[in-house]
């Protein structure tokens, strides 16, 4: 039988089982995880529905820009907050170039405003402008209710 009295064999043999034991605790804890990794998202965060009927008509120097409130399931959508409208305006003389990406400005914010009765039946909104000679419009609109945004509306592209 063998025995050993040696007392720093010991104390060595207990400091080396907490150091390995510290280790195999604290890779446990970085290599184990929650889920995949990414940015946090706040819950039920659906998009609104996007506009999809922007429309124009021109009247002397004046722009009129119409469309419909999005519904949801014959519904009007809830929480319903406005409209941004964005704008591109360049000079028709400068060359066209399909693959530059469309450079937009906000132009304004329109709020709905939401009757007492606390229901909207059939919203049309509308945004007038005047124009200048010899610029390209682009417009589009996007739509926003509690705070998130629709994707953007179809565009109205004409040369005034």
Do not use: H
């Not at 060359?95 to 606390?118: A, N």
């Not at 200048?132 to 953007?152: C, P």
Request: charged letters at 25%.
């Amino acid at each position: 039988m063998f025995i050993i009295n040696n007392k720093r064999f010991y104390e060595s043999f207990g400091k080396g089982l907490i150091v390995q034991f510290s280790i195999l605790i604290t890779f446990s804890l970085l290599l184990s995880g929650c889920g995949r990794k990414a940015p946090p998202v706040a819950p039920r965060q659906v998009k609104p529905p996007a506009v999809n009927d922007l429309s124009a008509s021109i009247d002397g120097d004046m722009l009129k820009l119409t469309w419909t409130i999005p519904r949801e399931k014959e519904k009007v959508t809830s929480g319903l907050s406005g409209f941004i409208v964005y704008r591109s305006k360049r000079l028709s003389s400068e060359s066209d170039c399909k693959s530059c990406p469309v450079l937009f400005k906000r132009v304004t914010d329109i709020p709905i405003e939401v009757p007492s009765s606390g229901y909207i039946k059939r919203g049309t909104m509308i945004y007038v402008e005047t124009m200048e000679k010899g610029y390209r419009y682009i417009y589009k609109v996007t739509f926003y209710a509690e705070g998130i945004i629709s994707s953007d509306s179809n565009y109205v592209d004409f040369i005034y």
